[in-house]
């Protein structure tokens, strides 16, 4: 009896000095040290944008040698891979955001925050102009600051192609607020199918779901619904879950075509099994209040009513980004977004670097491609940081009344001088593709020595799962993101409205 009250009580000891060593750690790193305050000698660099591109960059970036601002309308990183999750309430938004204070924080010299829109951009003056449009307003209004260097890392807007109804109608995927109105407006179609005396018809129309666009984002969408249909809807509301229909509407012959042949195919049949409708070769016209107007593949005119609309064609570029290129017409000729060289220095604009989804490059427009441009670009100013603490240092060296006696000094420093000097261009590296598509599988397309694996269902799912976990920005979003998996496989997902 006494070993196992000794037992206990050093079970005890080591449980608590852990969970405070635990807490004494994250908390140090919680609170940062001082950092340097801005230095009017350095020069201003200007990062618009808080995604993937911008977010990366300033992870990596030494901040020493410059004066740093970043203006982004959200004051947050978001991960969107898992952004589908969140519209079935599988994760819960604040899971996967970081907010860009906690990485400006913990650097070496203060950086200005503001959570603002930039609404010009002027290359000649090299000014950038921004406005608070959160709705409380204080009494500053729009500001024009001049910057050294621009880091111009907007993101883009999604694509409509001009048809009418969809921006007043339908649902996007691309921001945390759109994935809540999702959930939102899926249970309330859900409520509201419930009813009492709703007709038969109507119910049919309020649980038809349509998903518009059979790239990855439309595929991990209907992937996630299903999900929910089959986890929760059953359980909660089986007297309706067999009505509810998705139905994935692709204007080409096949959903997914970045992916290989043979995971399409594998995407088709399982959403088959999954009773997921996908109608290819069939273009949406018009978007109607309750129903969509789409041509087929035999160019006839259907109009399909649905309850739920979630429109994904893809991106376009923002207005910010267009008024831009129109100001460089000579050197900026591609409509899909900004040009840039092989060292990510927009065309045409003086100190201006361009990366991610808003440029026009042979990369697509990735998180990945985004995320490895943002670590390229943050070298290479530390490189022109660095070059510039040297010359320092060098005419410092040649300048002093001893600067004879200092000839190896000087000869190693401009060693040192020569190799940060050099520059080389970006090159990706592609790590492959993976999208979730329902039923616990997934799908991942992997570069494998010279050529490609292509592979699906769980061993791709838990894949794509390890590899997302520990894709994610912070040991916050990873404990945040596992617990929430483990609370959906324990209580299921939650169906309360949050209105
Ligand atoms: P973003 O990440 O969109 O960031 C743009 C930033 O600019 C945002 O912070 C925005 O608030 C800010 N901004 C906007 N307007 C202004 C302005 N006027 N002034 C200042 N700031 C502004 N890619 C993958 O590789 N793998 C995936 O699994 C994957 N899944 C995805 C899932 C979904 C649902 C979506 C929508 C996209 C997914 N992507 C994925 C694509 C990926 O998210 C983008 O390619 C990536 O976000 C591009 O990074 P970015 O920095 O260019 O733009
Ligand atoms: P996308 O551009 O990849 O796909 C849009 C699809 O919509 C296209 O297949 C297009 O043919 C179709 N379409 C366009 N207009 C239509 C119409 N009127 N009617 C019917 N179909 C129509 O767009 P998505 O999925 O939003 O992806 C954007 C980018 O983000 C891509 O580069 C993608 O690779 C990336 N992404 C990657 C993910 C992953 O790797 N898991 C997940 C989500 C996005």
């Not at 950092?35 to 960059?57: I, Y």
């Not at 991960?79 to 860009?100: A, D, K, M, N, Y």
């Not at 100190?351 to 998180?367: E, N, S």
Request: charged residues 25%; aromatic residues 10%; contains cysteine.
């Amino acid at each position: 009896r006494r070993w196992r009250q000794t037992f206990g009580r050093f079970t005890l000891f080591v449980i608590l000095t852990a969970t405070g060593a635990f807490l004494y750690v994250t908390q140090a790193a919680s609170h940062p040290p001082d950092q340097l305050a801005a230095d009017s000698t350095k020069p201003t660099l200007v990062v618009l944008g808080s995604g993937w591109g911008a977010t990366s960059f300033l992870k990596n970036l030494d901040t020493e040698e410059y004066n740093v601002v970043v203006v982004s309308p959200r004051n947050y990183f978001l991960f969107t891979p898992l952004l589908p999750s969140v519209t079935v309430g599988t994760l819960e938004p604040r899971s996967i955001i970081q907010p860009t204070r906690f990485i400006s924080r913990h650097k070496k010299r203060k950086v200005a925050v503001y959570e603002a829109e930039a609404q010009d951009v002027d290359p000649v003056k090299k000014t950038v102009t921004f406005q608070d449009l959160s709705d409380i307003r204080g009494e500053a209004g729009s500001v024009t600051i001049p910057y050294d260097y621009l880091v111009y890392a907007v993101g883009c807007e999604n694509q409509t192609f001009g048809i009418k109804g969809v921006p007043e109608y339908a649902c996007f995927l691309k921001e945390l607020s759109d994935a809540d109105k999702i959930r939102t407006k899926l249970l309330d179609c859900i409520e509201t199918a419930s009813f009492k005396d709703q007709p038969e018809s109507e119910i049919d129309r309020l649980m038809h779901m349509v998903v518009v666009g059979g790239g990855p984002t439309g595929v991990e969408y209907a992937g996630e619904l299903h999900d929910f249909l089959i986890d929760d809807l059953k359980k909660w509301y089986p007297e309706i879950a067999d009505r509810l229909k998705i139905t994935l509407i692709e204007a080409l012959p096949n959903v997914l075509p970045a992916f290989s042949k043979q995971l399409i195919q594998y995407t088709e049949s399982t959403f088959k099994e999954n009773k997921i409708d996908v109608l290819t070769r069939t273009m949406v016209k018009d978007v109607k209040e309750k129903s969509v107007v789409v041509q087929d593949a035999n160019k006839e005119i259907k109009e399909i009513p649905y309850g739920l609309l979630v429109w994904a064609t893809g991106n376009t570029s923002r207005t910010i980004t267009r008024n831009l290129m129109a100001k460089l017409p000579q050197a900026q000729t591609q409509r899909r977004g900004l040009l840039v060289d092989d060292y990510m220095s927009m065309l045409g604009a003086d100190g201006v670097y361009a990366l991610g989804d808003c440029t026009a490059t042979q990369y697509a427009p990735t998180a990945q491609a985004a995320s490895q441009q943002g670590i390229y670009l943050a070298q290479t100013f530390n490189k022109l940081g660095n070059k510039a603490k040297l010359e320092k240092e060098l005419s410092q060296l040649r300048a002093s009344p001893d600067a004879p006696t200092k000839a190896e000094q000087i000869e190693a420093t401009l060693k040192k001088l020569n190799r940060v000097s050099k520059l080389s261009p970006f090159h990706y590296s592609h790590q492959g593709s993976l999208a979730y598509i329902g039923s616990e599988k997934a799908i991942a397309d992997l570069p494998i020595f010279s050529g490609n694996l292509a592979s699906g269902g769980g061993a791709a799912y838990l894949f794509w799962r390890s590899a997302y976990l520990s894709n994610l920005y912070s040991v916050r979003n990873r404990t945040l993101v596992a617990f929430d998996w483990i609370k959906v496989k324990i209580f299921g997902r939650d169906v309360s409205e949050s209105k």
